[in-house]
């Protein structure tokens, strides 16, 4: 059993099938010609009851809403949906889609080309300059590793496995 979806779908696309939502507004186009009939026929005898209730009110507010539900008709139908499909979709996807992911190629064509390089030539940079007078990175002998493990546990730790799972700082120190 198809969806509602793909059946309103389906009549908008193909032509086939019934438009469920056309149904509903002429079904509430009847309902509303009911009631302006009924209250025509009866608003004479409405007013003799309760002479304060005024027709004139409710009268005007049906045909309002007839006239919203008749644009509603008029919207609804296939030849003035499409103009606004088309809108919406190819005037979108295909203008604004477009000029969007070719600036976001621009961006990263940009970033990749200018950017990287730029970031590996300050990272050399960074270790030109910490590595001047001998200075290098060195790995932590045991007795190094040992008092920082020791320092840290007399300020405590969250849990008695942090030491295998942390990321120890003071593993690689620069001289």
Known sequence: SDSSAISLAGHYIGGQGNNQVMMSVVQAKEAMYRCTTWL????????????????AAV???LKSMEGSLNETEMTLQPHH??????????????NDGVSG???????????GCL?????VLSATWLQDTLS???AAFQKLGQEE???????RDQHGSDSEGAEEEDFNVLYYVVY
């Open 40 to 55: 025509t026929k009866y608003s004479p005898a409405m007013q003799s009851t309760c002479p304060q209730w005024g027709s």
């Open 145 to 151: 590793t040992s008092a920082a493990h020791q320092s």
């Open 132 to 134: 001047k007078d001998g």
């Open 81 to 94: 949906l499409y103009g606004q499909y088309a809108e919406a979709v190819h005037g979108t996807a295909c």
């Open 101 to 111: 992911l070719a600036s976001l190629a621009f961006q990263q064509f940009f970033l």
């Open 59 to 61: 009268m005007g507010d």
């Open 115 to 119: 950017g990287l390089p730029l970031l």
